[in-house]
């Protein structure tokens, strides 16, 4: 499953928003007690779109 949120960070991209887009495993639905290793990677040279 892929969430995708537009933020803003004034203090690094201005007034514009961004896109963060969040990849969860299919069993975040089923089970809201899950917990699950996290990983964070900036894309900031669109390698993966």
Same mark, same amino acid.
């Given at each position: 499953?892929?969430?995708?949120?537009?933020?803003?960070?004034?203090?690094?991209?201005?007034?514009?928003? #961004?896109?963060?887009?969040? &990849?969860?495993? @299919?069993?975040?639905?089923?089970?809201?007690?899950? #917990?699950?290793?996290?990983? &964070?990677?900036? @894309?900031?040279?669109?390698?993966?779109?």
């Amino acid at each position: 499953m892929i969430d995708k949120w537009n933020i803003t960070m004034p203090g690094s991209a201005g007034s514009g928003t #961004r896109n963060a887009y969040i &990849y969860l495993p @299919d069993v975040c639905l089923q089970d809201d007690e899950a #917990r699950f290793p996290v990983l &964070y990677m900036f @894309d900031g040279h669109n390698v993966f779109f």
